[in-house]
T-cell receptor, first 111, second 113 residues
Framework: QKEVEQNSGPLSVPEGAIASLNCTYS??????FFWYRQYSGKSPELIMF????GDKEDGRFTAQLNKASQYVSLLIRDSQPSDSATYLC???????????FGKGTSLLVTP | ETGVTQSPTHLIKTRGQQVTLRCSSQ?????VSWYQQALGQGPQFIFQ???????GRGNFPPRFSGLQFPNYSSELNVNALELDDSALYLC????????????FGPGTRLTVL
């Protein structure tokens, strides 16, 4: 069983701080990695994708990938209360383009 | 807004019934994937359709079936509904050949009583 693991949280950070969300995966053959944000009662919204080792920045978000250690992380700088949501890590499965999701980490940004 | 649409938004069925959920993919996308998300869990892959054929399937029984149409829209059919089928059903569209960046529709909330 190929696993994607995330701490369920909740992770609580004060407004303006950096939120760090982590994800590990078991399938060494995985090539594509995604972070989705999901507000309560809504569908997942793509935030970032990363394919190569290293960092990828997009606005306040930075995705970090380390394939040797099989982890991917998401940093959110200058966290805002509107960032409060569940963050889902997703990894492609070797059966083509299907995604394997973690259970998500709940983030709470307090004013 | 991703451009992926799903219908209906909510649905209530009783155990043993059958249900059909519909999805229209984003313009330019040719692949549709379906996921089931139970409360408090991450989405679980059901199956994927590309060029009107099933292109991979997760660990779901045969009573979960699907179709993709020439316009790339798709249906998910579930027969003999069980209480555990109550979940948010998500459709995601993507363009095969451009990695697998998937964009989700708003989902259909299915409740089985």
């Amino acid at each position: 069983q190929k696993e994607v693991e995330q701490n369920s949280g909740p992770l609580s950070v004060p407004e303006g701080a950096i939120a760090s969300l982590n994800c590990t995966y078991s399938d060494r053959g995985s090539q594509s990695f995604f972070w989705y944000r999901q507000y309560s009662g809504k569908s997942p919204e793509l935030i970032m994708f990363i394919y190569s080792n290293g960092d990828k920045e997009d606005g306040r978000f930075t995705a970090q990938l380390n394939k040797a250690s099989q982890y991917v992380s998401l940093l959110i700088r200058d966290s805002q209360p509107s960032d409060s949501a569940t963050y889902l890590c997703a990894v492609n499965m070797d059966s083509g383009y299907a995604l394997n999701f973690g259970k998500g980490t709940s983030l709470l940004v307090t004013p | 807004e991703t451009g992926v649409t799903q219908s209906p938004t909510h649905l209530i069925k009783t155990r043993g019934q059958q249900v059909t959920l519909r999805c229209s993919s984003q313009s330019g996308h040719n692949t549709v994937s379906w996921y089931q998300q139970a409360l408090g869990q991450g989405p679980q892959f059901i199956f994927q359709y590309y060029r009107e054929e099933e292109n991979g399937r997760g660990n779901f029984p045969p009573r979960f079936s699907g179709l993709q149409f020439p316009n790339y829209s798709s249906e998910l059919n579930v027969n003999a509904l069980e209480l555990d089928d109550s979940a948010l059903y998500l459709c995601a569209s993507s363009f095969a050949g451009f990695q697998d960046t998937q964009y989700f529709g708003p989902g259909t909330r299915l409740t089985v009583l």
